[in-house]
Nanobody, 122 residues
């Protein structure tokens, strides 16, 4: 069992930055691929970024070049650095853990955090 707790969301002006953190419980964090997803009001949950066990990264086209995912296995934490935010990035952001490896589909993730709200004002 893995428990995930996100933090770092908030209100920011367009063009600003935020760094989300996701702290994981348990001793097996390094054996999971980790992903970030988001759900905007009235929209489906969508893939944002993911990182493999060894640190290979993947991004949605909409955030490529602006967002950076990273992980610190010693701290059982995965991060999402978000720069040059725009109002379209407003959403609840969720981190997730996958035993099977990186996936763009939320269906292959085994554990989810409760989410953290990110609001970008214009």
């Amino acid at each position: 069992q893995v428990q995930l707790v996100e933090s770092g969301g908030g209100l920011v002006q367009a063009g600003g930055s935020l760094r989300l953190s996701c702290a994981a419980s348990g001793r097996t964090f390094s054996s999971y691929a980790m992903g970030w997803f988001r759900r905007a009001p009235g929209k489906e949950r969508e893939f944002v970024a993911a990182i493999t066990r060894i640190g290979n990264t993947y991004y949605a086209d909409s955030v490529k070049g602006r967002f950076t995912i990273s992980r610190d296995n010693a701290k059982n934490t995965v991060y999402l650095q978000m720069n040059t935010l725009n109002p379209e990035d407003t959403a609840v952001y969720y981190c997730a853990a996958s035993r099977a490896g990186v996936s763009f589909s939320p269906d292959l993730y085994d554990y989810w955090g409760q989410g953290t709200q990110v609001t970008v004002s214009s």
